[in-house]
Nanobody, 123 residues
């Protein structure tokens, strides 16, 4: 069974940066999602292991960068120019049948989830 281990959350001031890590035991695609209190879960970004192609939600495009390190078997989400509205619990997820595309990102397509890591952007 695939396991996901997340790390890297924390407290940062507006305009600051954080890098989240997700270490899957194996994967075809990794998606990053977030959920703020009282809000629906949002698909943030996704990367395909086969070709490195990516997807970003409009809300993070130009500020967040997803990448993978095959040697370390780790997927990163670099978050720059963070805003208070980025505050949420961030989850990585994977599914062997999923391929990231420009069509969006839905949590319903992912079967395996990490435990989540809190990101708080506040002064």
């Amino acid at each position: 069974q695939v396991q996901l281990v997340e790390s890297g959350g924390g407290l940062v001031q507006p305009g600051g940066s954080l890098r989240l890590s997700c270490a899957p035991s194996e994967y075809g695609a990794i998606g990053w999602f977030r959920q703020a209190p009282g809000k629906e879960r949002e698909g943030v970004s996704c990367i395909n292991n086969s070709d490195g192609s990516t997807y970003y939600a409009d809300s993070v495009k130009g500020r967040f960068t997803i990448s993978k390190d095959n040697a370390k078997k780790t997927v990163y989400l670099q978050m720059d120019r963070l805003k208070p509205e980025d505050t949420a619990v961030y989850y990585c997820a994977t599914d062997p049948m999923y391929y990231c595309s420009d069509g969006g990102l839905s949590g319903a397509d992912f079967g395996t989830w990490g435990q989540g890591t809190q990101v708080t952007v506040s002064s």
